[in-house]
Structures are given as C-alpha cells and as structure tokens.
C-alpha cells in the first residue's frame, strides 16, 4: 500500500459521493412512480399506487410496450446471427482486411446515434421503403451486433481452437463440431450478449425517432408524452418500468458472464 | 502360412463428412459463408446508408413546394460554413463536450483508483456492478429524471433552499450536469480498467525513491493512466456532440444534434450536411486518441 491513511479515507468519501450521485436519481424516479399529485414537485405529500393501474390500462402504452418487445426481440436476434458468424471469422481465421472489419462493426457506436438514425432514415425514404416494425429493427440491429460479436469474440479469444481441431480429427462434422464443442462454449457469452442487446434495443430512443415514423416504442411514447404535463404520473410509471426492465437484463448478464473471474470486465 | 491380406473397406463417408472434409481443405470458402451475411448486411444497411446520408447533404430543396430534389450543389456546405449561427452551434456543442469530458475524467479519477488499487476483490466486483448497470440503464429515462430534479420545484432547489440559493437548473450549466452524470459510467470504467494495470512495483519504487503519494500521483500513476482518460474521453466527447434528448428536455438552446433534428423534416439537404461537423470532428479525435494509445486501454 503506497497511499496513506487520510488519502484512502478521502477516496472512501469520494466513492460515497459518486455513487450518491450517479444513483439518487434513478432512485427519485422510482419514488416518483408513487406520487399521488399530478403536478410533480418535491418533496411528495401523498403516495398512491393508481398511477400504476392508469397506465396498464392505457391502450397507447400497451402498443407501445408490444412494439418494443418485438422490436427488441428482432434486433437480437438479428444481432445473435450476424454477432457470431463475424467473431467466428474473425477470430478462427486470418484474412486481408480483419482489422477492417472489427473496426467497422464498432462505427454504429462510436458514431452519434444522430447519424445512424438520419443515415437510415434518409436511405429508407429514398429508397422507397415504407417505415415499420422492420425499420425499427434494422436501426436497432446496427448497434446490437457489436455487442453480440464483442462478447462472442473474447470468449472465442480465450478458449482455443485446438479443441475444435480435435473434435474434427476424431471424426466429427463441422455441423457436430460447432454443436458439441464450439457452441457450449460460446453459450454464456451469446447469452450474456443477446440480453445486453436486448437491453440496449429495450430502451433506445436516439436512433429509434428517425426509423420508427409514427408508431411510437415505449421510450418513443415517453418522450412524446413527457411535456404534457396531464400525462407526467403515467410518464413517470412508464419510466420506472423502462428502466427496471433494462436492468433486470443486464444484471443477468452480469451473473452468467461472472462465473468465471475476468470475463464480464469489457461486456 | 498364406494369410489373407487384410483390407479395410473405405470408411462409408456420410454427406456431412464429405463436407467438412471439403471445407477443411477449402478454408476460404468457409470463410466467405461465414462472412458473406454480416458484410452484405453491413455493407448495404449501414455503410450504405451513410453513404446516403453524404449524397444527401449535396441535394437541393425546391424552395416552392420544399421537397427535396436531387441535384447537386453545395449550398448547404456554404450555408453552415457562412451563417454564424452554424458556426456558434458548432462551438457550444465542442465547448460542452469538452467541458464535460474534463468533468467526468475528474469525477471518475477518485472512485476508479479506489476499485482498482485499494478495495477488496469482493468489493470491487460489486463496484464494477455498480457502475456499469447504470449505464446500461435508459439514457432517456435518465435524462427525464434530471428534467424533474432541475425544475423550479424539483429536488434540487429543495435541497438548496435552507442554504438561501436557487438554482436555474433549465441553462446551459444545467445541461452541462445532465451530460456529466449521464456518460460518466464510459469514464469511470476505462479508467478502472487503465489504473488496474500499473504494476504496483512501479509505484513502491516510487515511494521508495522518496516520492510522496502527491508527487508519485502527479508523475508515476497520473501519466500512465492517461491513455485510459482518452480512451474514456471518446465516449463522453461523441455522445455529447450528437446528442438532441438531453437538449430538447433540459435547455432551449441549440446544439449540433437539435439543428439536425430540427431541420431533418424541413430541410434534410442542411441537416445532412451539418451531420459532418460531428463526424468530422470524431475522425480528427479518433485519430489523437489513436496516437496517444487510448485504442490499447479501450
């Protein structure tokens, strides 16, 4: 230990601080779920639970609640296919180009949403397409397969290919190899990336504006709701169901990558 | 003694043994099978559609009935580049990323050297947990709740108000807080990460050299974590160029991402081309931060 008794009691506090910070509003959101009043101000007089039942029976929340699920349901598993054939390729064999390739399937995130959904947008009413679940789901998968391949990818890096030579040599097809040996490894990985691109799909709004036209997925309905001010207790219901169904997700992805020490450090 | 000799009949090669023996010597045409979805799709979905994007901020708009028509001219480049108020929405929005990009790295500094060099194993997992579920978690949802803690009544003005102070939260210093809590998860966690991997010899024999902790801060740990800082800084700097959310809730002031949004149904030639602000900037930073070995600490 280099650092010295006051420094670590000040980090201690620091950490504190952070933390307060980063989770005191996800806390507020919560509470304000169970505010009675509808003109939202702190602190809350009275509590009440009604807000949940309005927003369940809201026939604008259910569609786009629905809208989401199947969105996000596609743009997995589009980003389950195409995640791991590209970390197969490229880290089961050497090419021309493999540098190119990891390098662009991380441009949908390294580039703003704003430009992917506009680039989208733009191409879908050039092109003549007309916008729909499909649309949605094509935006969403851009930035869902890099999450897929990277957590296929550093699987696929740490467990080696001599056992896969192996299997071959003791008779066994491609189709047998992949099935008995290959796949049971990669199988937490593909889970662990297909919920976190769930989760990433569940909530994504930036991209999701430009490719959805008018129907509306449930962060769409938020924020096309959140300036009305008759609409903020179901808005705030909605919120807190949008953000607990994210996490619930990702928190199982943590636990299965987590078996091992070492392999949830980059999800 | 005659013996018979012994002949094994050729193992009967199923059809799928056949294949993989084909593919085995056929490496590239594995290759290619494997490949050929992932690239057409990225090739024609997303490559293609910013090529789209570019070939769009060349079009014109009919000033008649405002559709866009494609012929080609570049108007739209010289508007952004002449009319100041482009050029002001420009700067704010570079200004505010580059502040918030100080005030993550700043704010992620103390917790990230407490996970990686003094908690506990078990403390820093739950650390790691902790920071990275919230950044998993709605961006949106998050936005919104700084819209409900920074209004008049909200949370924050009441947890001034025995200090004698308001806040203004609906400004620019407020959108400057929403942005800061809302990317610093991308700082903290590259950072955690960057900091893990100075050897701890390295600051002992600073110590033992007679550096106190300030001074093997500021030239053993600060320098060699620094790559991690930028690898961290691509994140908060390019979500906050692009951003239009946390704008529109927060502030009424303009920002690359609210021109585009604003103008992308009215205009989309100029959005488009006002697109490649912030795409230029990126490929300039990308490549600082290449330069620099924030690509190795990613």
Redesign the interface.
């Known amino acids: 230990m280099v650092e010295s008794r006051l420094t670590r009691i000040l980090l201690r506090l620091g950490v504190a601080a952070t933390l307060a910070f980063i989770y005191v509003p996800l806390i507020l959101i919560a509470v304000y779920a169970f505010d009675a009043s509808v003109t939202q101000s702190w602190p809350i007089n009275a509590f009440t639970t009604k807000w949940f039942s309005v927003a369940y029976h809201d026939d604008n929340v259910r569609q786009a609640l629905w809208l989401s699920v199947r969105a996000a349901l596609g743009a997995t598993a589009i980003a389950i296919v195409l995640g791991t054939l590209t970390a197969l390729a490229v880290s089961r064999f050497k090419f021309f180009g493999r540098d190119v390739i990891s390098l662009v399937v991380i441009l949908p995130i390294a580039l703003p949403g704003i430009i992917t959904g506009l680039a989208l947008r733009t191409t879908y009413t050039t092109v003549g397409i007309d916008f729909g679940l499909l649309t949605i789901i094509i935006g969403h998968a851009t930035f869902c397969v890099v999450i897929v391949y990277n957590n296929a990818q550093a699987r696929l890096h740490r467990v080696s290919g001599s056992l896969e030579e192996a299997s071959s040599d003791l008779g066994a097809d491609s189709w047998q190899t992949f099935r008995h040996v290959t796949f049971p490894q990669m199988r937490t990985a593909l889970l662990a990336g297909g919920l976190l691109a769930f989760a990433l799909s569940w909530d994504e709004v930036v991209v999701t504006i430009f490719t959805a036209g008018a129907q509306q997925t449930l962060p769409i309905w938020i924020f096309a709701n959140l300036f009305r001010p008759i609409e903020q207790p179901v808005v705030n219901v909605v919120a807190l169901f949008v953000i607990v169904m994210s996490l619930i997700p990702v928190w199982i992805a943590q636990r299965v990558t987590a078996e091992r020490p070492g392999t949830a450090r980059r999800a | 003694m005659s013996s018979i000799p012994y002949e094994a009949p050729p193992p009967r090669q ?1 059809l ?2 056949r ?2 023996t084909f ?2 010597r056929h ?1 590239h045409l ?2 290619a099978l ?2 050929v ?3 057409t ?2 090739v024609v ?6 090529a ?2 570019l070939l ?1 901020s060349v079009w014109n708009v009919d000033p008649f009935t405002s559709q866009v028509v494609h012929t080609y001219t570049l108007a739209n480049f010289r508007r952004i580049v002449e009319e100041p108020v482009y050029r002001e929405v420009a700067w704010r929005t570079i200004r505010m990323a580059a502040l918030v990009t100080v005030a993550d790295a700043i ?2 500094f ?2 990230a ?2 996970m990686a ?2 908690a506990s194993p078990r403390t820093r ?1 739950l ?8 950044l ?7 936005a ?6 920074l ?1 008049g ?3 924050l003005n ?1 947890a001034l108000s025995p200090f004698g102070v308001s806040f203004h939260g609906y400004s620019t210093t407020g959108l400057w807080l929403v942005f800061t ?1 809302l990317w ?2 991308f700082m ?1 966690l590259p950072i955690y ?1 960057g900091l893990e991997r100075i050897p ?1 010899s390295l ?2 024999a ?2 033992d050299l007679g550096g106190r ?1 300030v001074r ?1 801060f500021v030239r053993i740990t600060l320098p060699l974590a620094f790559p991690a800082v930028v690898a961290g800084s ?1 994140f908060t700097f ?2 906050t ?5 946390a704008p529109k ?1 927060i502030t009424s002031q303009q920002f690359i ?1 609210t021109v ?2 604003d103008n ?1 149904g009215t205009n ?1 030639p100029v ?2 081309a006002f ?1 490649l602000v ?2 230029g900037v ?1 490929i300039v930073y ?1 490549v600082v931060a290449r330069r620099l070995k924030a690509f190795e600490a990613l």
Do not use: Q
């Open positions: 199923s799928g043994r294949l993989s593919f085995y490496p594995s290759l494997l490949l979805a992932p690239i799709c990225f979905g997303y490559l293609g559609s910013l789209v994007l769009a704010l992620a103390p917790i050297y407490y060099r003094i997992n650390l790691v947990v902790a920071v990275l579920m919230p998993w978690a709605s961006y949106l949802v998050k919104y709740a700084w819209r409900t803690i209004s009544e909200g949370a009441w809590y610093l998860p903290i990460a701890e600051l002992e600073s110590a902790s093997t691509i390019s979500l160029l692009g951003d239009y959310i809730l991402g585009i949004y992308h989309l959005a488009a697109t912030p795409i990126m990308l």
